[in-house]
């Protein structure tokens, strides 16, 4: 993972600063991240920065957000009336599942999308297609570990 300096990218987040200033990463370059530390270390205050910062970069036709929030808190409550969201924030298992789905569904129809175009990937759509962009679609799951309930329903 490289910092950035300077928040340019398909998908900027802030991550922290050195000694030259703000450090930056891609989302984009990044396609699966897990944030990890103890009870009351940040990760949930960290996941609220990185999404408000998206946010405030890009409208919803260039980002969509599938946000799930199990541990039963109001951690992404802040986010709940935005139309950028694909579907409610899921709070339970059910919502859960419904959310992935409605992902999964999205993903095959851009893969059939792409496939039809002959493109690789949605920079590529979004170049020769800048009248229909595919936005990206960030999945935010906050405590993974009740996913494990989720699935074992499966």
Not at 2 to 26: A, F, K, Q, T, Y
Not at 57 to 76: F, H, I, N, Q, Y
Not at 112 to 120: F, I, K, T, V
Request: glycine share 12%; net charge negative; charged share 25%.
């Amino acid at each position: 993972m490289r910092g950035m300096r300077n928040g340019v990218g398909r998908l900027p987040v802030g991550i922290g600063e050195s000694r030259e200033g703000p450090l930056w990463v891609d989302l984009a370059e990044l396609p699966h991240l897990l944030v990890g530390g103890h009870t009351g270390s940040g990760k949930s205050v960290f996941l609220r920065q990185l999404l408000t910062g998206l946010l405030l970069l890009l409208g919803p036709g260039r980002l969509r957000l599938a946000l799930v929030d199990l541990k039963g808190g109001t951690e992404l409550n802040l986010f709940e009336r935005l139309p950028h969201l694909m579907a409610p924030v899921a709070r339970d298992q059910e919502s859960c599942l419904e959310l992935f789905q409605l992902v999964t569904v999205e993903l095959h129809r851009r893969q059939a999308l792409l496939d039809r175009a002959g493109l690789e990937d949605i920079e590529r759509w979004n170049a020769v297609h800048p009248g229909e962009p595919l936005p990206y679609i960030l999945v935010v799951v906050d405590e993974v570990a009740e996913l494990s309930a989720v699935e074992s329903k499966r």
